[in-house]
């Protein structure tokens, strides 16, 4: 099998190893957690050719003073996020109320900080649990024995019996003394929220306005992914293999661009010497629905709509990703599936590929379709 994955906005990489580092935890994940552990995952690098600096000066802080306008004091509204000593059983009433969300969210936390401290061999052990026990939500959405726990260390040591074959792993999604798990689900403060979201968004602009308006500077992101596109697709050609793209975020965008530009698709048609046929597009968090109604798709200035050339289409989005729209609505061959990664707003976008529930499901629905062969 071969995939291809492109990335979305705020996509740089520093030169530091991070970003390598970032993109084989997520390979790896796809290959042996979505794909049977016989893909091989490609990812065209166009981050270099978006906004060129991240320290924007218009960016508002939330340390600035606020003004009264007229009204005293002013109204002082401030939500802080909820301290670690709140409540010291966290995990296990989220347990008895949404199993697979719990999961979910703990996988989020425990691969970020693992990403971040592990090597590579000890960040797959952390993978591996999670999607299995991801495997068991999915057979068991609310097990009887999380009503017989009396503590989060219960069930931390139940959930270890239950994920049989693996090893334990330290903290189990309780990092440090379980603040991030209760600053994840309390869905951060105001102030917290806009200071994580704004400079993303900011990016996201940038990347986005730099794509449909400057056609000369976006060319150079349409060859990079047409390169590795072609290659996948003769790769896959040549081995009866299946062909996969994934568009992540503003990826996304780039990719319905590529596949239904004419003169794009030629490009691609040109180097495999022959038709281009993607067995699976997938779409994840992406902007393409909304682009499609603005009419900024080149291949709209001739009035037509054009589908890209694939067997199925599917459109994923978590309602809290703010970022994520709807396809069905302007394009009825692609199937939007909604999913919920258990994030807050500002890291719903982030949050897809850390959670070992969605990667478990989606691996059901490859499987589903046959697209693993």
């Known amino acids: 099998m071969q995939v291809v994955f492109v990335h979305g906005v705020n996509t740089r990489d520093l030169g ?81 109320k949404d199993f697979a969300a719990l999961i979910g969210t703990l996988s989020i ?44 260390k219960e069930f931390l040591e139940r959930l270890n019996e239950e994920v049989s074959g693996v090893q334990t792993v330290k903290t189990l999604g309780l990092g440090t003394g379980g603040g991030n798990l209760v600053n994840m689900l309390s869905r951060f403060g105001a102030d917290q929220l806009r200071s994580r979201t704004a400079a993303h968004q900011a990016q996201f602009l940038g990347d986005a306005m730099m794509f449909f308006a400057r056609r000369e500077q976006s060319e150079k992101v349409r060859a990079a992914v047409i390169e590795t596109i072609s290659k996948a697709a003769k790769t896959a050609r040549s081995n009866g293999e299946t062909l996969v793209l994934i568009g992540y975020s503003m990826g996304g965008g780039v990719l319905h661009e590529v596949l239904t530009d004419p003169e794009c698709l030629s490009r691609i048609e040109e180097a ?33 709509q054009r589908l890209p050339p694939a067997l199925h289409w599917w459109n994923v989005y978590d309602y809290n990703d703010t970022l994520a729209y709807l396809l069905k609505p302007v394009f009825p061959s692609a199937e939007d599936l909604r999913v919920d990664t258990s994030s807050h707003m500002g890291h719903a976008h982030q949050a897809y590929f850390d959670n070992s529930v969605f990667l478990q499901r989606l691996n059901a629905r490859v499987l589903g379709a046959n697209l693993i062969k």
């Open 16 to 96: 530091d190893g991070s970003y390598d580092k970032w993109v084989a935890g997520r390979s790896d994940r796809l290959n042996r957690q979505v794909f049977g552990g016989n893909a091989n995952v490609i990812s065209p690098y166009w981050g270099a050719f978006g906004l060129q600096t991240a320290d924007l000066k218009t960016l508002p802080s939330p340390a600035a003073p606020v003004t009264t306008l007229g009204l005293g004091k002013g109204l002082g509204l401030r939500t802080k996020p909820a301290s670690s000593k709140d409540d010291p059983a966290q995990i296990l009433p989220l347990a008895q």
């Open 272 to 304: 495999i010497s022959g038709k281009l046929q993607v067995d699976l597009l997938l779409n994840v968090g992406t902007q393409v629905g909304l682009f499609e109604e603005l009419r900024l798709f080149s291949t709209e200035t001739d009035g037509q």
């Open 109 to 152: 936390i425990e691969l970020a900080e693992a990403s971040d401290k592990l090597s590579q061999e000890e960040c797959q052990s952390v993978e591996d649990f999670w999607f299995a026990a991801a495997k068991i939500a999915a057979a068991q959405p609310r097990p009887k024995w999380v009503d017989e726990l009396n503590s989060d």
